[in-house]
């Protein structure tokens, strides 16, 4: 892909009738009841993508009563403006994923995420590394990854804490 206006990978439950106000809604969003007509993202592989030049490189938003669930995406080379986004997510995997972003705080931001897995992400350069948002954040895993390019490896925000982190090199 080559000059992609928006994100060059995107699993997103809010459509064009009601966008995220900001990717800092972590605990401003009231979950509702689910129902029949409640939307499900699930069980998705993603492989072999190439980007150069996009808004963002991956953006994953469920919605605070259904997350998006089971995402596993490998071997991605992302060019773009912003990092990665993955929002109210569960069972979400990056592995072997370069990353190059001219936006790189944070590289990857996680809201809301549980069982999240990035193993072996590269990347050019990153001023904060990983940032980790919300009560319900856990069980993160950062593999086999350089953190030490970074200059801020993780940080904590919005009720999440270090015990969000299970590992980090």
């Known amino acids: 892909m080559k000059?992609?206006?928006h994100q060059s990978i995107l699993f997103g439950m809010y459509y064009v009738a009601k966008p995220p106000s900001s990717m800092e809604s972590v605990?401003?969003?009231e979950a509702i009841?689910?129902?029949?007509a409640t939307p499900q993202f699930?069980?998705?592989?993603?492989?072999?993508i190439v980007c150069n030049g996009a808004e963002s490189a991956i953006l994953i938003r469920g919605l605070p009563e259904m997350s998006i669930k089971n995402i596993h995406m490998e071997t991605l080379s992302l060019k773009t403006d912003?990092?990665?986004n993955i929002i109210d997510a569960e069972g979400?995997?990056?592995?072997?994923v370069?990353?190059?972003s001219k936006n790189t705080n944070p590289l990857i931001n996680i809201e809301n995420g549980n069982g999240i897995t990035l193993n072996?992400?590269?990347y050019g350069n990153a001023y904060l590394l990983l940032k980790v948002s919300g009560k319900k954040s856990a069980q993160i895993k950062l593999l086999n990854t350089n953190a030490s390019k970074a200059k801020t490896k993780v940080a904590f925000k919005s009720g999440a804490d270090n015990n969000s982190l299970v590992t980090i090199p």
């Open 82 to 84: 912003q990092g990665v």
């Open 120 to 122: 072996h992400i590269t």
């Open 27 to 29: 605990n401003n969003e």
């Open 3 to 5: 000059d992609i206006v």
């Open 33 to 36: 009841p689910l129902t029949d």
């Open 42 to 48: 699930r069980n998705f592989y993603v492989s072999n």
């Open 92 to 96: 979400i995997s990056l592995d072997n």
């Open 98 to 100: 370069y990353l190059e």
